[in-house]
């Protein structure tokens, strides 16, 4: 048995290797996670500002209908 592992030793050894990239693969998603929530939070905000942008926009449209049309009157 010189140079074999004892099947039990190559087990545990296994085992301890598949932790690790067990916990490799877990600090991953776990960092894709944050990224995520941190890119929908951004997303977020920007469809608020999106939003309110556009409601400034129809406001200036329409005192611009209103200057034009008194322009035109005058």
């Given at each position: 048995?010189?140079g074999?592992?004892?099947?039990?030793?190559w087990?545990?050894?296994?085992?301890?290797?598949?932790?690790g990239?067990?916990?490799?693969?877990?600090?991953?998603?776990?960092?894709?996670?944050?990224?995520?929530?941190?890119?929908?939070?951004?997303?977020?905000?920007?469809?608020?500002?999106?939003?309110?942008?556009?409601?400034?926009?129809?406001?200036?449209?329409?005192?611009?209908?209103?200057?034009?049309?008194?322009?035109?009157?005058?």
């Open positions: 048995m010189a074999q592992k004892d099947p039990v030793q087990e545990i050894h296994q085992d301890w290797a598949n932790r990239y067990i916990a490799v693969i877990t600090s991953s998603i776990k960092k894709i996670v944050d990224f995520l929530n941190s890119f929908d939070r951004s997303c977020s905000r920007l469809a608020k500002l999106n939003k309110k942008l556009t409601a400034l926009e129809w406001r200036i449209e329409y005192i611009e209908a209103q200057v034009t049309k008194g322009e035109t009157l005058t």
